[in-house]
């Protein structure tokens, strides 16, 4: 039986690194495609079992779904959609012929329950399934007046979301608690209380801290919405609102609430210092001051916000016409974007498009601002991604409160991403000497093993162990020991083929495996290896010439001397002891 195979076509590298190493681990082929137009051309080609495509290439090649769907030999084949935080993402993609979606920034364990439905069981149940665990995932608790409870209910329900309706303000934290829903709506302007000691209890709690709140406020109660900001929510919604503004706002908090969750949960290793983690530290001008770019030409309205933003922290740039806006957003230095929906050079929906295609800009926020007070611009702007839209005359305080959340918002979803890469490669990568970790080296072996069996080649692995690396820590210390260890990789890696893998697989030990090597190429390979290590000057040679290095090393062979991975890491092993016992600086087959 052949493996199941999934196709990705993401754009996103660190995303795509992720679901591949997930997709890797559980013996699955990956096989990606870099571009929509070249999406049906490999899945005709290689036949994937599913395929799970990012949504912005469904957009710029929407034609993809629909073919996929209409052509009889692939109709059956699963199409996933990855969605970001634009609403109306995931009914696009159904519409588009998707069979189920999920939200970007993937969450690994509901990335695989969902692959697996797919791949393993009859799709028409697993979609049913699917819908349930999204309409239980969605949980909105409502605080507010039993008539706004209710238009809410409606509208959620309508949008496979559930509500949790509360009646009294001493029942919020309680139930909260208990139910721990996805996100928490509450109106801060009531009879009984403006809400805000609510808010503070909500985020002193430990159970109810992540959970982002949502704020309504009558147009006229400035000061209750800028106290419940400061209090702790994360986003307000100015009453009267259409449903759309609703629904946008929600799913702003539903991704807030993901994101959260990813972001604890992919916290690195606290022994590895930042810096060799990749992670670097801002300058302060860079911590203090955000970029937010203002895109148009009318005076008026530019007036009007720049005398609003004036007195933030933050850095305005300007510029005339759509298309100056999209060779700067290039730069990757803008956190928001206000633009004008009359732009000189294009409409605001295809500089909306042409701004998502845009890399690096897909999670940066727009807001719009027209000239006049029409719904149904605003509805579209809303639907095509905008955070808001506000009519002419700009109300300052309104803008003001909009731009601060929303800034606060990308700075925590760029330190999410910025966690989630670092997790993917403390998942793959050894930080002490750059090397693949163990973790990989397993899936990797595995994987090369089952195409072997198809393809019918050798594989050869070397296991490569230091002679007295003890003796040597305890002589020159851990600091010389771990130097050691990085200029040993450097000379492995620099002594294999760009197909082979090397790995440290813990302490002093490495292992390579070499796809398409029988036993004499891999002697070959460790001989070489052997003779640049002899060769090699290394940094500590001035302290004592007594201390030469050298390793011992063993050699195993798929098929031939093992049927499993397992059984060929244990032959290599024993090579390798029974090399160290004929002396130091052995290799044994």
């Given at each position: 039986?052949r493996?199941?195979?999934v196709?990705?076509?993401?754009?996103q590298?660190a995303?795509?690194k992720?679901?591949?190493?997930?997709?890797?681990?559980q013996?699955?082929?990956v096989?990606?495609?870099?571009?929509?137009?070249?999406?049906?051309?490999?899945?005709r080609r290689q036949k994937?079992?599913?395929?799970?495509?990012?949504?912005?290439?469904?957009?710029?090649?929407?034609?993809?779904?629909?073919?996929?769907?209409?052509e009889?030999?692939?109709a059956?084949?699963?199409?996933?959609a990855?969605?970001?935080?634009?609403l109306?993402?995931?009914?696009?993609?159904i519409?588009?012929?998707?069979?189920?979606y999920?939200?970007?920034?993937?969450?690994?364990?509901?990335?695989?329950?969902?692959?697996?439905?797919f791949?393993?069981k009859?799709?028409?149940?697993t979609?049913?399934?699917?819908?349930?665990?999204?309409?239980?995932?969605?949980?909105?608790?409502?605080?507010?007046?039993?008539?706004?409870q209710?238009?809410?209910?409606e509208v959620?329900?309508?949008?496979?979301?559930?509500?949790?309706?509360?009646a009294?303000?001493?029942?919020?934290?309680?139930?909260?608690?208990?139910?721990?829903?996805d996100v928490?709506?509450?109106d801060?302007?009531?009879p009984?209380?403006?809400g805000?000691?609510l808010?503070?209890?909500l985020?002193?709690?430990?159970?109810?801290?992540?959970?982002?709140?949502?704020?309504?406020?009558?147009?006229?109660?400035?000061?209750?919405?800028?106290?419940?900001l400061?209090?702790?929510a994360?986003d307000?919604?100015?009453?009267?609102?259409?449903?759309?503004?609703?629904?946008?706002?929600?799913?702003?908090?539903?991704?807030?609430?993901?994101?959260?969750q990813?972001?604890?949960?992919?916290k690195?290793?606290?022994?590895?210092?930042?810096?060799?983690?990749?992670?670097k530290?801002p300058?302060?001008?860079?911590?203090?001051?955000s970029?937010?770019?203002?895109?148009?030409?009318?005076?008026?309205?530019?007036?009007?916000?720049?005398?609003?933003?004036?007195?933030?922290?933050?850095?305005?740039?300007k510029?005339?016409s759509?298309?100056?806006?999209l060779?700067?957003?290039?730069?990757?230095?803008?956190?928001?974007?206000?633009?004008?929906f009359?732009?000189?050079?294009?409409d605001?929906?295809?500089?909306?498009?042409?701004?998502?295609e845009?890399?690096?800009?897909r999670?940066?926020p727009?807001i719009v601002?027209?000239c006049?007070?029409n719904?149904?611009?605003?509805?579209?702007?809303?639907?095509?991604g905008?955070?808001?839209c506000?009519?002419a005359?700009?109300?300052?305080?309104?803008l003001?409160?909009?731009?601060?959340?929303?800034?606060s918002?990308?700075?925590?979803?760029d330190?999410?991403?910025?966690?989630?890469a670092?997790?993917l490669r403390s998942?793959?990568i050894?930080?002490?000497?750059?090397?693949?970790?163990?973790?990989?080296?397993?899936?990797?072996?595995?994987?090369?093993?089952?195409?072997?069996?198809?393809?019918n080649?050798?594989?050869?692995?070397?296991?490569?162990d230091?002679?007295?690396?003890?003796?040597?820590?305890?002589?020159?210390?851990?600091?010389?020991?771990d130097a050691?260890?990085?200029?040993?990789?450097?000379?492995?890696?620099?002594?294999?083929?760009?197909?082979?893998?090397?790995a440290?697989?813990?302490?002093?030990?490495?292992?390579?495996?070499?796809?398409?090597?029988?036993?004499a190429?891999?002697?070959?390979v460790?001989?070489?290896?052997?003779?640049?290590i002899?060769?090699?000057e290394f940094?500590?040679?001035?302290?004592?010439?007594?201390?030469?290095i050298s390793?011992?090393m063993g050699?195993?062979?798929?098929?031939?001397?093992?049927?499993?991975?397992?059984?060929?890491?244990?032959?290599?092993?024993?090579?390798?002891?029974?090399?160290?016992?004929?002396?130091?600086n052995?290799?044994?087959?």
């Open positions: 039986m493996n199941k195979s196709m990705l076509a993401v754009v590298e995303q795509r992720l679901m591949r190493s997930l997709l890797l681990s013996n699955i082929a096989q990606e495609a870099e571009t929509a137009h070249t999406v049906l051309d490999t899945i994937p079992d599913l395929v799970v495509i990012e949504i912005d290439l469904l957009y710029t090649s929407i034609q993809v779904a629909h073919l996929l769907k209409v009889a030999r692939w059956d084949t699963p199409l996933i990855l969605t970001s935080s634009g109306g993402d995931e009914r696009k993609a519409s588009a012929g998707c069979d189920a999920l939200n970007m920034p993937i969450d690994p364990q509901s990335f695989q329950k969902t692959v697996n439905r791949l393993f009859k799709q028409m149940d979609f049913a399934q699917g819908e349930e665990e999204a309409l239980e995932s969605g949980r909105v608790l409502i605080y507010a007046s039993p008539f706004e209710k238009a809410i209910q959620l329900l309508q949008n496979n979301l559930q509500g949790l309706m509360v009294e303000e001493l029942k919020v934290l309680e139930t909260a608690q208990i139910e721990r829903p928490i709506l509450l801060v302007v009531r009984e209380g403006d805000i000691e808010i503070k209890s985020k002193e709690s430990a159970a109810t801290s992540p959970i982002p709140i949502l704020i309504l406020v009558p147009p006229e109660a400035q000061e209750a919405k800028a106290a419940g400061a209090a702790g994360d307000f919604l100015v009453k009267p609102y259409r449903q759309i503004e609703l629904l946008v706002r929600i799913e702003s908090m539903l991704n807030l609430r993901k994101y959260r990813q972001a604890a949960e992919s690195p290793e606290s022994g590895v210092p930042s810096a060799e983690r990749g992670e530290k300058a302060a001008g860079d911590r203090d001051q970029v937010v770019l203002i895109v148009g030409e009318t005076e008026r309205e530019l007036k009007s916000v720049l005398h609003a933003l004036e007195c933030l922290p933050i850095k305005l740039e510029v005339p759509g298309m100056e806006a060779a700067y957003l290039r730069g990757g230095k803008v956190q928001l974007v206000i633009a004008d009359l732009l000189p050079d294009m605001s929906f295809e500089f909306f498009r042409r701004m998502k845009t890399p690096g800009c999670f940066v727009v601002t027209a006049v007070d719904e149904e611009i605003k509805t579209k702007c809303l639907e095509l905008a955070e808001d506000f009519s005359p700009v109300n300052g305080r309104d003001k409160a909009r731009v601060k959340a929303l800034l918002d990308k700075a925590r979803f330190k999410m991403q910025s966690q989630l670092v997790a998942a793959i050894d930080w002490s000497t750059g090397l693949h970790s163990r973790s990989f080296f397993n899936a990797f072996l595995n994987l090369e093993v089952r195409r072997s069996v198809r393809h080649y050798p594989i050869s692995m070397i296991l490569v230091i002679d007295h690396f003890q003796a040597f820590n305890d002589s020159y210390g851990s600091p010389a020991g050691l260890l990085r200029e040993l990789a450097l000379i492995i890696r620099r002594g294999v083929r760009d197909i082979d893998l090397c440290r697989l813990g302490g002093d030990e490495f292992g390579i495996i070499l796809p398409y090597c029988d036993r190429g891999a002697f070959m460790a001989q070489r290896i052997k003779q640049d002899q060769a090699h940094f500590f040679n001035s302290i004592s010439d007594a201390d030469k390793v011992s050699i195993s062979m798929f098929p031939g001397d093992t049927g499993t991975p397992a059984e060929m890491i244990e032959k290599a092993e024993t090579m390798m002891h029974l090399a160290r016992q004929k002396g130091l052995q290799i044994g087959l």
